[in-house]
C-alpha cells in the first residue's frame, strides 16, 4: 500500500511530514524518505521514528515524503526518487503499482533510457521527461495519462508540487489546507491529527497542482472510472479514516453484523484477532449478543505482520499472546478481518487451543482471498494465497478451527452499498479486476 505525505508553503516542512508519515505508518514499515525544497533528502530502512530524527532535519517549506511497503523492485530501495530531467529536477513518491511496469520499462531501455533504480515509480519520471511537451505540468499530465494504473503519487517540481490518482482512484489521497499552505496525505486521519478541517478527496483521473501565490489547481487527465480499493476498508486503512465520506471502523462493523446474518454461531465469547479484526468482532457481537473479551493481547512494540516481506510467522508468535483467565474452558469465536496468506490464523487457533478454550471458532469479516494483487500489495502470486488452493473444509483443518466461516462475496459487495461506498474494486475476492 505505502503511505504517500506532501506539504507545500508550511513552516517546517520536514517535520511536518515527519509527522503525516507517522500517523501512515500502518501502510508500510520498511522504509521511510523525505524530500525537501533543493531536493536535499533523508532516507533509511526502518520505521519512520528511527529514520525521520530531530538530528537530521533539513529546513524548508515544501516537500514530499513516504513509508515504503514494496511490491516491485528491490527490497532495500527507498522512495521518494529524485532525477533531473530537461523540465527541470522531478521526484515522486508512489503508492501503488505500475501494472505493466515489466513492459514499460523495456520499452524506455530499448529506447536508449537507464533507470537508477528497480522500482516501477522510476516509470513515471521517464514518461514525464520523454513526453512531447516542453511545460513540465503539461508534461506530468500526458505521462499520467499514459500510465493507466495503480497509482496515488505526490510530485515535487522545482516549481510546483502536484498530487493525483490514477483514473480508477484505486488507491486513496487528500489534501487540506494548513497555514499558508497544503499538506497532501494517502488517509484523511493524517491530515485530522495536525488540525486540518476541510479536507479533499482527490477525484479519481485528476491532478492537483498547488504553486505559488494560486489557490490548487485541478486538472482532469482521463475519465472517471471509480475502482476503490475495498480492502483498504477491510485491512489497510486506519480505523479512524474516511474515504468517500465513509468511515472505516463503521464498515467494519457492518461486514461483522453482516457476518453474524450470515452465520449465527454460538460461542461463549467473540474475541478480536487485533489490531484490524476488532472492528469486525465488536459488529459480530453486538449483533449476537455474545460478548466481546479481550482474549488475545497485542504487543504495541510490533507492527503489522502481513506487511512484513519475512519472518511472518515468527511475528505472529511474538506480536499476539493468549489471555488464560478469559480462554480457559470457553467456546471461544475469533473474529479477524481476512486471511490472505494463512499465516496467522493457525498460529491464533493453537494459541487460544493452548490457553485452555473448549472449542474455537473462526469468523472472516470478508470473502476468501483467491486472486491475487496487482494494484499495490506484495500479493502477485495466486499460489501464496490459501483460499485459492483449497476449498473450505480444507482451511478449517488448515486453521484448526471447529469450524471456519467467512462472508460471502454477495454479503459483502452489499456492506458496500448499504454503506454508500460504490464503484469498488474487490478483484482478489472475484477476479474481476479493472485492469
Ligand atoms: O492470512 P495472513 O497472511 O496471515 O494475513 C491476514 C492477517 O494479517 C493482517 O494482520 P496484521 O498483523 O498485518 O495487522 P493488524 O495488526 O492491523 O491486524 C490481517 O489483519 C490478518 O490478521
Ligand atoms: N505498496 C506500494 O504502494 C508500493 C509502491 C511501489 N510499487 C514500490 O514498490 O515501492
Ligand atoms: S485486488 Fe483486492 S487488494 Fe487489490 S485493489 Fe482490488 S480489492 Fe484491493
Ligand atoms: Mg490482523
Request: charged share 25%; hydrophobic share 40%.
Amino acid at each position: 500500500m505505502c503511505g504517500i505525505a506532501g506539504v507545500w508553503n508550511v513552516d517546517e516542512a520536514y517535520n511536518v511530514i515527519h509527522d503525516v508519515l507517522l500517523t501512515l505508518q500502518h501502510r508500510g514499515q520498511q522504509s521511510a524518505g523525505v524530500v525537501v525544497n533543493g531536493f536535499r533528502s533523508v532516507k533509511g530502512e526502518g520505521l519512520v521514528e528511527s529514520v525521520l530524527t530531530s538530528e537530521r532535519y533539513i529546513p524548508g517549506t515544501k516537500g514530499i515524503g513516504h513509508v515504503r511497503y514494496s511490491t516491485y523492485g528491490s527490497l532495500d530501495e527507498i522512495q521518494p526518487i529524485t532525477a533531473h530531467t530537461l523540465k527541470g529536477r522531478i521526484s515522486v513518491a508512489h503508492n501503488g503499482n505500475i501494472v505493466d511496469a515489466d513492459e514499460k520499462r523495456r520499452f524506455i531501455m530499448e529506447s536508449g533510457g537507464i533507470f537508477a533504480t528497480t522500482l516501477d515509480t522510476e516509470i513515471i519520471i521517464h514518461y514525464f521527461s520523454i513526453a512531447p511537451y516542453e511545460n513540465p505540468r503539461e508534461s506530468l499530465q500526458w505521462a499520467l495519462s499514459r500510465i493507466k494504473a495503480a497509482y496515488s503519487i505526490v510530485v515535487l517540481h522545482d516549481t510546483f508540487l502536484a498530487a493525483a490518482r490514477d483514473s480508477f482512484g484505486i488507491r486513496p489521497l487528500f489534501y487540506a489546507k494548513f497555514q499558508d499552505g497544503y499538506i497532501i496525505a494517502s488517509e484523511d486521519v493524517a491530515l485530522r491529527v495536525l488540525g486540518c478541517e476541510e479536507i479533499t478527496e482527490i477525484e479519481p483521473g485528476t491532478v492537483v497542482f498547488f504553486t505559488d501565490n494560486n489557490p490548487p489547481e485541478i486538472v482532469r487527465f482521463a475519465k472517471r472510472d471509480d475502482r476503490f480499493c475495498s480492502f483498504e476498508f477491510v485491512y489497510f486503512a486506519r480505523p479512524d479514516s474516511n474515504f468517500y465520506g465513509v468511515n472505516v471502523h463503521e464498515v467494519r462493523k457492518a461486514l461483522g453484523r453482516k457476518l453474524y446474518e450470515e452465520h449465527k454461531l454460538q460461542a461463549d465469547i467473540v474475541v478480536p484477532v487485533l489490531d484490524s479484526g476488532f472492528s469486525g468482532a465488536l459488529g459480530y457481537s453486538q449483533a449476537s449478543g455474545i460478548p466481546i473479551e479481550y482474549g488475545l493481547i497485542r504487543n504495541h512494540y510490533i507492527g503489522r505482520s502481513f506487511i512484513m516481506p519475512k519472518n511472518r510467522q515468527d511475528i505472529v508468535r511474538r506480536k499476539l499472546a493468549a489471555l488464560n483467565a478469559v480462554l480457559e474452558g470457553k467456546e471461544v469465536l475469533l473474529i479477524d478481518d481476512s486471511i490472505v496468506r494463512g499465516t496467522t490464523m493457525n498460529l491464533i487457533v493453537e494459541m487460544v487451543k493452548e490457553a485452555g478454550a473448549k472449542k474455537v471458532y473462526v469468523g472472516i469479516h470478508s470473502p476468501p482471498v483467491i486472486g491475487p494483487c496487482n494494484y499495490g500489495i506484495d500479493t502477485s502470486r495466486r499460489s501464496e494465497l490459501i483460499a485459492s488452493q483449497n476449498d473450505i473444509q480444507k482451511l478449517q483443518e488448515y486453521v484448526g478451527a471447529n469450524k471456519l466461516v467467512y462472508l460471502s462475496i454477495e454479503g459483502y459487495r452489499e456492506v458496500f452499498e448499504n454503506c454508500g461506498v460504490r464503484g469498488i474494486c474487490m478483484g482478489c475476492f472475484d477476479l474481476n479486476y479493472p485492469v
